[in-house]
T-cell receptor, first 116, second 112 residues
Framework: DQQVKQNSPSLSVQEGRISILNCDYTNSMFDYFLWYKKYPAEGPTFLISISSIKDKNEDGRFTVFLNKSAKHLSLHIVPSQPGDSAVYFCAASGNAGGTSYGKLTFGQGTILTVHP | DAEITQSPRHKITETGRQVTLACHQTWNHNNMFWYRQDLGHGLRLIHYSYGVQDTNKGEVSDGYSVSRSNTEDLPLTLESAASSQTSVYFC???????????FGEGSWLTVV
């Protein structure tokens, strides 16, 4: 049973436009959400996170939105750049400050391609 | 620079053999994790450790074991390798809650 789902296997956008990557979750115990970016033959690198007490977190070109009632989060990249082309993973954990720390449940990933 | 390193980066082994994947971090992080990545599943947690002598099972721990004898290392052992364990393995570490989890570059394991 996939508790974190990224239903779009791939996304293609033009340079300078907005990229929106979506993620849905089913476990209401999740209270901390993260986005990781992964290039081929490299490990995932942390992008941005959000706690369930917030509905938005922004870091430069990256913004994550959380809709708890819909159990949905999204990552917005504005403006998109060719260097953003990578696989993006959504991840979630419960009780982030306690016993579930680091026990991440990942989505399947979305391949983002940004065309020049 | 402090870092997290995995070895070997690539390995081919035969069914039934014991295999150990090494993970070494120089950040002095208490928390270390092993994940595997497979198509259609994202990354799944195998084992994790919150400190020396502490080890815990994750979501897909069957057929794997870990030991934590010091802060820097968390080796992952496949007791008797199976073809279903062909995967990419990622080690990760973190100083603790509220902090970023850092991943190694991955170990590609093929069991034939």
């Amino acid at each position: 049973d996939q508790q974190v789902k990224q239903n779009s296997p791939s996304l293609s956008v033009q340079e300078g436009r907005i990229s929106i990557l979506n993620c849905d979750y089913t476990n209401s115990m999740f209270d901390y959400f993260l986005w990781y970016k992964k290039y081929p033959a490299e490990g995932p690198t942390f992008l941005i996170s959000i706690s369930s007490i917030k509905d938005k977190n922004e870091d430069g070109r990256f913004t994550v939105f959380l809709n708890k009632s819909a159990k949905h989060l999204s990552l917005h990249i504005v403006p998109s750049q060719p260097g953003d082309s990578a696989v993006y993973f959504c991840a979630a954990s419960g009780n982030a400050g306690g016993t579930s720390y680091g026990k991440l449940t990942f989505g399947q990933g979305t391949i983002l391609t940004v065309h020049p | 620079d402090a870092e997290i390193t995995q070895s070997p980066r690539h390995k081919i082994t035969e069914t039934g053999r014991q295999v150990t994947l090494a993970c070494h971090q120089t950040w002095n992080h208490n928390n270390m994790f092993w994940y595997r990545q497979d198509l259609g599943h994202g990354l799944r947690l195998i084992h994790y450790s919150y400190g020396v002598q502490d080890t815990n099972k994750g979501e897909v721990s069957d057929g794997y074991s870990v030991s934590r004898s010091n802060t820097e290392d968390l080796p992952l052992t496949l007791e008797s390798a199976a073809s279903s364990q062909t995967s990419v393995y990622f080690c990760a570490s973190s100083p603790g809650p509220g902090n970023t989890i850092y991943f190694g570059e991955g170990s590609w394991l093929t069991v034939v």
